[in-house]
């Protein structure tokens, strides 16, 4: 089996990461801003992990761990968050919130 | 000891200051003027026993050995500069304890009865105590710095008391005026110091007796410094050009009038000249201007009391002019003589105001001479004490006026720093003097009274119209019902008149105590001019007496009939008219510099304040509101604005890092 040469793959995280830096800045459904979160977050550790595989080095695979604990615990606050930001709002419309601001 | 003679009259303050502030507080209840009169008589009174006892110490002492000294605490301390707070006790100083601390007890006294239907007599004796005790750490302080803390705090009180009716607005602007007057001289008395501090680096007299006479500094720099300290003189003692304060100073009670404005804080220019006199006399320049002021001041003024209606202005302008007789003594190097002047002229003249005071009292708070007359019959203590005034103030032997007044006119003809023209000048005050003061005695006291006279039972009014000075009452509709003042304000004027008359014992000329007494501390007498002779002495002596009995009689021949004063009056209708107007000086200094700085400052108001440092704090505001607004934009609250912003920034940065990796 031919391994996919490095920068394909780099150049594939790189574009999964850009999709969800596009989806946190545009869309308007806080749900899919925080999906397009859960993407960037694993772009990053696809590219950790490439340079783990092509360096030969276990440093970028135990971030990876790290990193998929702390996205698990984030969807799990942020998910509370969107509840009980619903519940006060009624909508999770972020055209609809707008309340930091002086 | 020495500490107590300016600290009784401070706690008397105190005392009563406080009573006022807490009756105030509980309502304001009026309190007799006997209470809080005794109060302050007793602080003042006491504050005299100990300047007398000291005073009798330093007699028997050794010539040397006339210095009592105490510092109270240490009071500025910085680097070169330290100023302890000394008080001393010497000749010079001794005299002027027992005028300040004698006079005023009078005053104090007589003041109970002339404020004795005042409001709030706490503030009035408050102030009065406050002014003695600032008066007499003047007269005590060892050094300039606090001898200056006197002299502001004498103008301060000044202040207080002519403007103490304050709800009137002439009143309480008299006082205003008489406080910048005094501030302008006060500048001249600060460069002055400063000039001192940082030619000799002291401040201290007896430090800078020493120095003057070590230092060679040159003429130019002590007549520079002799003549600053005499701005501040002639500010505090009304000279030329800073004399219009106080004529205007009369609108306080007449007390004040007496204690302030006659006897002790207008002499405090003097206290300074003399006390400074081993510096004036190295400067003949400075000599010169201050013996020119004087004599032109004396002169000036007064003419102006000529012309006056009021008694209290007459009596102003003639302090004015005394003042002016002191300091040409002063300024032909008779120190001596001009503080001689300085205690017999606080004597009569204080004598003098209470007495107007009396009469002001008696008469309902009439001023004008010109609807007096005939007071003769209804207050005749008033005119005894009042004749012993003015005999003296007018140079008949042997009262004290002549004694003092002979010295200077002699001083001035034969000192080598004197001239016949000062001579001149001075003899024809002398005669003035005698002359307007015949005519306020004459317009008074004789003749017939000019007023319509209250049938004796109308006692009744007598009790009703009593507002000090507040008014001139309803005197010519029913009368006025003349009265003798009380007993305590006649016996202060008792006193003083024995003084008045006396006093001149202890300057008679060639056995002269006074002068042996201040010979240590003044620097010494001039030299006489090598062309007189002292025969001459004797010769003047005669004339100044012929000179005064001239005023005296001509004052007679004119106001003794009334119709002869009209004629003459009608005669010299212009004289007449700038005489009475005070030679215009004040509509002359508005002209000059009052209506030019009011008009600069609506210059500097309506263009400068307002078009340009307004404009420039406005439009300050206004851009910083501008760019709140446009920055509030980006803050609008869209959460993913922010992001886009952080991602911009970022980008950016890593951007200019990039950038510069490849270059």
């Not at chain 1, 999709?19 to 696809?46: H, K, P, T």
């Not at chain 2, 000294?69 to 001794?94: C, K, M, Y």
């Not at chain 2, 007789?325 to 008779?334: R, S």
């Not at chain 2, 002549?402 to 200077?408: A, C, G, N, T």
Request: with cysteine; charged share 10%.
């Amino acid at each position: 089996m031919i391994p996919v040469p490095v920068p394909v793959i780099l150049s594939f995280c790189a574009a999964i990461f850009f999709i969800g830096l596009a989806g946190v800045l545009i869309r308007r459904n806080i749900l899919v801003v925080i999906m397009s979160i859960e993407l960037m977050l694993n772009a990053v550790n696809l590219t950790l992990v490439t340079f783990s595989a092509a360096l030969d080095h276990p440093h970028g695979q135990m971030a990876v761990f790290f990193i998929i604990v702390v996205a698990a615990v984030e969807s799990a606050v942020g998910l509370g968050l969107v509840i009980a930001l619903f519940r006060t709002m009624r909508t999770v419309d972020t055209d609809q919130i707008q309340l930091l601001k002086g | 000891m020495l500490a107590l003679i300016p600290l009784l009259p401070l706690i008397g303050f105190l005392i009563n200051g406080s009573w006022y502030a807490l009756g105030q507080a509980r309502g304001g209840k009026a309190v007799p003027a006997t209470a809080a009169g005794g109060i302050a008589t007793a602080t003042i009174g006491a504050s005299f026993v100990c300047a007398l006892m000291l005073f009798l110490q330093l007699l028997g002492s050794e010539e040397e050995a006339r210095t009592l000294e105490v510092t109270l605490f240490h009071w500025i301390s910085a680097g070169a500069l330290q100023i302890p707070f000394t008080l001393r006790f010497d000749q010079l100083s001794s005299l002027f304890c027992l005028v300040i601390t004698g006079v005023g007890s009078l005053i104090h006294i007589f003041s109970i009865g002339y404020m004795g239907h005042d409001e709030s007599p706490q503030k009035f004796f408050a102030y009065l105590n406050l002014f003695c005790a600032f008066m007499l750490v003047l007269v005590l302080g060892g050094s300039l710095p606090v001898l200056f803390l006197g002299w502001e705090g004498v103008g301060l009180c000044s202040y207080l008391l002519i403007s103490y009716w304050y709800t009137d607005p002439d009143k309480a602007s008299a006082g205003k005026k008489a406080f910048i007057v005094n501030r302008i001289g006060d500048l001249g008395f600060l460069l002055g110091m400063f000039l001192i501090f940082t030619t000799f680096g002291s401040l201290d007299f007896t430090a800078l007796k020493q120095l003057v006479l070590t230092m060679p500094v040159s003429g130019g720099i002590m007549t520079t410094i002799c003549l600053l300290l005499f701005v501040g003189c002639t500010g505090k003692s009304a000279q030329i050009p800073l004399f219009v304060w106080l004529p205007d100073a009369m609108a306080g009670p007449t007390p004040v009038s007496a204690l302030i404005h006659a006897a002790t804080m207008v002499t405090s220019g003097i206290y300074l000249v003399s006390r400074l006199s081993f510096m004036f006399a190295l400067s003949p320049d400075a000599l010169c201007v201050v013996a020119t002021i004087g004599a032109a001041t004396a002169l000036f003024a007064a003419t102006i009391a000529i012309a006056q209606n009021d008694i209290k202005k007459v009596l102003a302008y003639s302090t004015v002019s005394q003042l002016g007789y002191m300091f040409l003594a002063c300024g032909v190097g008779a120190y001596a003589s001009g503080v001689f002047h300085v205690i017999t002229h606080a004597f009569f003249k204080a004598l003098l105001f209470m007495g107007a005071g009396s009469v002001i009292h008696g008469m309902h708070e009439e001023q004008d001479i010109q609807k007096m007359g005939g007071l003769r019959r209804l207050m005749p203590q008033t005119f005894l004490v009042f004749a012993v005034g003015w005999l003296a103030i007018a140079g008949i032997p042997p009262l004290s006026g002549f004694v003092s007044k002979d010295e200077i006119l002699w001083m001035a003809f034969a000192s080598e720093h004197g001239s016949v023209a000062l001579w001149v000048v001075g003899a024809l005050t002398a005669a003035l003097t005698a002359f307007y003061m015949s005519r306020l005695f004459i317009l008074t006291f004789l003749g017939t009274p000019r007023f319509k006279v209250a049938e004796p039972q109308d006692k009744g009014h007598h009790d009703h119209g009593h507002g000090h000075d507040h008014g001139h009452g309803d005197a010519a509709h029913h009368g006025v019902a003349v009265h003798e003042s009380p007993a305590v304000m006649v016996l202060p004027l008792a006193v003083l008149a024995v003084l008045s008359a006396v006093a001149g014992a202890i300057g008679i000329p060639h056995m002269s105590w006074l002068e042996h007494w201040l010979h240590p501390v003044l620097a010494h007498a001039p030299a006489l001019r090598p062309e007189v002779h002292h025969e001459t002495e004797w010769v003047l002596m005669g004339v100044s007496v012929g000179i005064a009995i001239v005023g005296i009689a001509l004052a007679f021949v004119i106001y003794g009939n009334l119709k002869t004063a009209e004629r003459f009056k009608t005669q010299w209708a212009s004289l007449a008219k700038i005489l009475s107007n005070k030679w215009y000086v004040d509509e002359f200094y508005d002209a000059l510099i009052v209506k030019p700085l009011n008009a600069l400052a609506t210059i500097l108001w309506k263009f400068f304040d307002v078009k340009v440092i307004d404009r420039i704090v406005l439009s300050l505001g206004d851009a910083s509101n501008q760019s709140g607004a446009l920055a509030r934009s980006l803050q609008n609250g869209s959460t993913q604005l922010y992001a886009f912003l952080m991602l911009a920034g970022f980008l950016s940065i890593v951007g200019y890092s990039l950038y510069g990796i490849f270059h």
